[in-house]
């Protein structure tokens, strides 16, 4: 587990999003090494998110965001790491995990 996923965790859990899914894609993506899954509460909790994430990587000048107009569901680019903010009638509703069956959940260290 990187210190960079850790601190996506970090970022999350600080804003209470629930149900934070880290997926491992290392073996399997040569685009991204991890994908993350966060279910926010509102769509202010969703848009909040990207200021957490800005605070969490302030090395990071130009944060690749899609869907930051409807605040329903966040997809945030850190490279190695895919972000998906969602509100929870849009996880429910498209139940993305299941495309992610196969691969393997990762825990997180040092998230408190």
């Not at 685009?31 to 969490?56: G, L, N, P």
Request: aromatic content about 12%.
């Amino acid at each position: 587990m990187t210190d960079k996923v850790n601190r996506v965790f970090k970022a999350l859990s600080d804003l209470k999003l629930k149900d934070i899914i880290i997926y491992d894609f290392q073996d399997f993506s040569p685009f991204f090494d991890y994908q993350v899954i966060a279910t926010a509460s509102s769509e202010r909790q969703v848009h909040a998110a990207i200021d957490h994430i800005r605070q969490a990587f302030p090395e990071i000048v130009d944060l690749h965001i899609e869907g930051s107009q409807e605040n329903r569901w966040l997809l945030l680019d850190l490279e190695d790491i895919i972000i998906h903010v969602m509100h929870k009638d849009e996880r429910e509703y498209y139940q993305i995990e299941k495309l992610f069956f196969e691969r393997k959940k990762v825990g997180v260290e040092n998230h408190v």
